[in-house]
């Protein structure tokens, strides 16, 4: 189930250069603006007995933490149908491929779905039990969530204002209703403001979140070229942006593609247009073959990324339609509708075609659970767990298309929850004598 690369290195190597050194920089590397997500889970087990064992153990962590969603994921379908109903919503979960890694050992997926069950969970008990430990526990959980994936840190509000309803709801009084938000406040904002002056300490600058984002250079110009005009650049499939600007050496390269006008005309400004791109090409592939240490090569790459970076901006002042709503239909669509499954299941075999029909059918039945949660969401709002719940994925996913965060993966930790829209679609159906509430006896 493990696989250990893609963008695992820039998880786990800054927490093994921590634990060595006493220093999560590495040389330079945009890893170094990776915050800490692996500190505990991974640093402790590499400090006493070493990265292969380290490996092993985190490993064993994923199953454990995995196993623990589960866990909470029944018992939270167990309070909307019974339980033979809870169990049959749950196999559709845990029959998807990535359910383990959810791709690769180290990255910070499996994790982040856990923080979030863990918190939807402390939510529900907390609205029926008022235990205070349910608040420290959404805390620790969206501390770790935050520290794992920091465009998350848009979901602390979204608890906060459900923490103090819940309390209003049952008249508590106003030292409560402080002492309760002060509670939940606490460890998000203390783990913050440290890893913020760590960030002063290190880059001289005030950063309370980072990720690599914060990395600059030709390719972060790119990308960030590639979120504000809505182009494809890591589908991988040879005939998005990316496979355009790479050099006639790469593997990629096809030259009836490279002379071709692929991007639509609505992407051209008064300031660019194809032979502008065509030009910033060229001078890309120049700093890429020029020697590390020649001192024109900084300036060279400093030059594209500036252009890369002009040219967008452009797009946002010149295009704001665009900007603003087509990009945003067509950042969501390759957010939720994926062109491929998964390298380790691309081979032609009759046993990978399987695993492919299982992984893409499980992975919509995923995603069609969401849009169901959605609209429980809507007709159950007064219920606060379930706002709650769709305010979440409103947030989750909003939050990545508006920055242009569209991997595929990054929807997976948010995926699970879509097994509750599915309960109460179940019992939207059981009330109307359509389905029997137990299955399994009578």
């Given at each position: 189930f493990f696989f250990y690369g893609n963008d695992a290195h820039s998880y786990l190597d800054p927490i093994e250069t921590f634990v060595d050194h006493g220093a999560f920089l590495l040389d330079g590397e945009?890893?170094?603006f990776r915050m800490p997500g692996y500190l505990l889970?991974?640093?402790i087990p590499y400090f006493i007995f070493g990265q292969e064992i380290g490996l092993l153990i985190l490993s064993l962590f994923n199953l454990i933490i995995d196993v623990a969603s589960c866990v909470l994921l029944f018992k939270l379908l167990v309070r909307i149908v019974k339980p033979d109903w809870s169990f049959l919503i749950l196999?559709?979960?845990l029959i998807y491929p990535r359910i383990a890694s959810f791709g690769y050992l180290g990255m910070p997926e499996v994790v982040a779905s856990f923080c979030l069950i863990g918190i939807v969970y402390c939510a529900t008990e907390l609205q029926f039990t008022f235990k205070r430990k349910y608040i420290w526990f959404s805390a620790l959980l969206i501390t770790q969530l935050v520290f794992m994936k920091p465009i998350a840190v848009l979901l602390i509000p979204v608890i906060l204002a459900h923490i103090l309803y819940v309390f209003c709801k049952n008249s508590m009084s106003l030292s409560h209703l402080v002492s309760a938000g002060f509670s939940y406040l606490l460890i998000p904002c203390l783990a913050i403001g440290i890893w913020t002056v760590r960030n002063y300490m290190q880059f001289d600058k005030i950063m309370p979140l980072s990720s690599a984002l914060t990395w600059t250079g030709p390719d972060q110009g790119f990308r960030s070229f590639c979120r504000r005009t809505g182009l494809e650049f890591q589908s991988w499939h040879g005939d998005d942006a990316r496979a355009w600007f790479v050099p006639n050496d790469h593997y990629w390269y096809n030259e009836e593609?490279?002379?071709s006008n692929p991007f639509p005309d609505y992407i051209?400004?008064?300031?660019?247009n194809l032979d502008s791109l065509v030009s910033l090409r060229?001078?890309?592939h120049r700093s890429i073959k020029m020697a590390a240490d020649d001192p024109d090569k900084i300036v060279l790459e400093q030059k594209v990324e500036m252009k890369f970076l002009d040219y967008a901006n452009s797009f946002i002042f010149?295009?704001?339609?665009?900007?603003l709503v087509t990009i945003r239909v067509k950042l969501l669509s390759s957010f939720l509708f994926i062109k491929d499954s998964f390298s380790p299941f691309s081979q032609n075999s009759l046993v990978f075609l399987v695993i492919r029909i299982l992984y893409f059918a499980t992975?919509?039945?995923l995603v069609l659970g969401m849009l169901f949660t959605l609209i429980a969401g809507y007709i159950k709002r007064k219920e606060p767990e379930m706002a709650l719940v769709a305010l979440m994925i409103v947030v989750f996913i909003g939050s990545h298309v508006l920055m242009g965060r569209i991997e595929n993966r990054y929807l997976l930790p948010i995926l699970p929850l879509g097994l509750i829209g599915y309960a109460w679609l179940i019992k939207a159906l059981i009330q109307r004598g359509l389905l029997k509430a137990n299955i399994f006896h009578h």
């Amino acid at each position: 189930f493990f696989f250990y690369g893609n963008d695992a290195h820039s998880y786990l190597d800054p927490i093994e250069t921590f634990v060595d050194h006493g220093a999560f920089l590495l040389d330079g590397e945009y890893s170094a603006f990776r915050m800490p997500g692996y500190l505990l889970l991974y640093g402790i087990p590499y400090f006493i007995f070493g990265q292969e064992i380290g490996l092993l153990i985190l490993s064993l962590f994923n199953l454990i933490i995995d196993v623990a969603s589960c866990v909470l994921l029944f018992k939270l379908l167990v309070r909307i149908v019974k339980p033979d109903w809870s169990f049959l919503i749950l196999i559709g979960y845990l029959i998807y491929p990535r359910i383990a890694s959810f791709g690769y050992l180290g990255m910070p997926e499996v994790v982040a779905s856990f923080c979030l069950i863990g918190i939807v969970y402390c939510a529900t008990e907390l609205q029926f039990t008022f235990k205070r430990k349910y608040i420290w526990f959404s805390a620790l959980l969206i501390t770790q969530l935050v520290f794992m994936k920091p465009i998350a840190v848009l979901l602390i509000p979204v608890i906060l204002a459900h923490i103090l309803y819940v309390f209003c709801k049952n008249s508590m009084s106003l030292s409560h209703l402080v002492s309760a938000g002060f509670s939940y406040l606490l460890i998000p904002c203390l783990a913050i403001g440290i890893w913020t002056v760590r960030n002063y300490m290190q880059f001289d600058k005030i950063m309370p979140l980072s990720s690599a984002l914060t990395w600059t250079g030709p390719d972060q110009g790119f990308r960030s070229f590639c979120r504000r005009t809505g182009l494809e650049f890591q589908s991988w499939h040879g005939d998005d942006a990316r496979a355009w600007f790479v050099p006639n050496d790469h593997y990629w390269y096809n030259e009836e593609f490279a002379n071709s006008n692929p991007f639509p005309d609505y992407i051209y400004t008064s300031v660019y247009n194809l032979d502008s791109l065509v030009s910033l090409r060229s001078d890309w592939h120049r700093s890429i073959k020029m020697a590390a240490d020649d001192p024109d090569k900084i300036v060279l790459e400093q030059k594209v990324e500036m252009k890369f970076l002009d040219y967008a901006n452009s797009f946002i002042f010149e295009r704001p339609f665009h900007f603003l709503v087509t990009i945003r239909v067509k950042l969501l669509s390759s957010f939720l509708f994926i062109k491929d499954s998964f390298s380790p299941f691309s081979q032609n075999s009759l046993v990978f075609l399987v695993i492919r029909i299982l992984y893409f059918a499980t992975y919509y039945f995923l995603v069609l659970g969401m849009l169901f949660t959605l609209i429980a969401g809507y007709i159950k709002r007064k219920e606060p767990e379930m706002a709650l719940v769709a305010l979440m994925i409103v947030v989750f996913i909003g939050s990545h298309v508006l920055m242009g965060r569209i991997e595929n993966r990054y929807l997976l930790p948010i995926l699970p929850l879509g097994l509750i829209g599915y309960a109460w679609l179940i019992k939207a159906l059981i009330q109307r004598g359509l389905l029997k509430a137990n299955i399994f006896h009578h």
